[in-house]
């Protein structure tokens, strides 16, 4: 029997920084996770086939393929040099499914993009030939904001 685990690193003083905030408002920190992985849970990684996640998150775009519930590769890019970058990059990412993992990607799901969602799907629809959708959730909807949040609900409610 094999276990996959994924790690999540990250910086000290940016650690301590997200829990000083905390502890200043009063509260006792217990998890500190990022909101692109906490927000897993609304994907749907369950359906056969690769599922890509794009989150936006201001200048900072993570990118994430998904295999049934396992992720196969996490990409974060930081975009504030280049205005339009995310399309070079969503087009590696796909190369890279269809080249090193050996499948196509079947759908993408698109979070933090704002009013730009519908455009943006269309545009990678007409230009990759894959099917997109924004992040949803049963508790409302999905937002650069929130969406973190959301995906712990999903996974922890009853």
């Given at each position: 029997?094999?276990?996959?685990?994924?790690?999540?690193?990250?910086?000290?003083?940016?650690?301590?920084?997200?829990?000083?905030?905390?502890?200043?408002?009063?509260?006792?920190?217990?998890l500190?996770?990022?909101?692109?992985?906490?927000?897993?849970?609304?994907?749907?990684?369950?359906?056969?086939?690769?599922?890509?996640?794009?989150?936006s998150?201001?200048?900072t775009?993570?990118?994430?393929?998904?295999?049934?519930?396992?992720?196969r590769?996490v990409?974060?890019?930081d975009?504030?040099?280049?205005?339009?970058?995310?399309?070079?990059?969503?087009q590696?990412t796909?190369?890279?499914?269809?080249?090193?993992?050996?499948?196509?990607?079947?759908?993408?799901?698109?979070?933090?993009f704002?009013?730009?969602?519908?455009?943006l799907?269309?545009?990678?629809?007409?230009?990759?030939?894959?099917?997109?959708?924004?992040?949803?959730?049963r508790?409302?909807?999905?937002s650069?904001?929130?969406?973190?949040?959301?995906?712990?609900?999903?996974?922890?409610?009853?």
């Open positions: 029997q094999r276990t996959e685990v994924l790690a999540v690193a990250i910086a000290r003083p940016i650690l301590e920084e997200y829990e000083g905030m905390l502890v200043e408002a009063g509260y006792r920190v217990g500190v996770m990022p909101s692109t992985i906490a927000a897993l849970p609304l994907c749907n990684t369950t359906q056969k086939g690769i599922t890509l996640f794009a989150k998150t201001g200048s775009l993570a990118m994430l393929l998904l295999e049934q519930g396992r992720v590769l990409r974060s890019l975009l504030t040099s280049e205005e339009d970058a995310f399309m070079p990059a969503l590696q796909l190369a890279f499914a269809e080249d090193q993992i050996g499948e196509r990607v079947q759908r993408i799901v698109l979070a933090g704002g009013d730009e969602t519908d455009g799907g269309q545009r990678i629809e007409r230009g990759f030939g894959v099917h997109c959708e924004p992040l949803r959730s508790f409302g909807p999905a650069r904001e929130n969406a973190g949040v959301l995906g712990l609900l999903e996974r922890y409610a009853a």
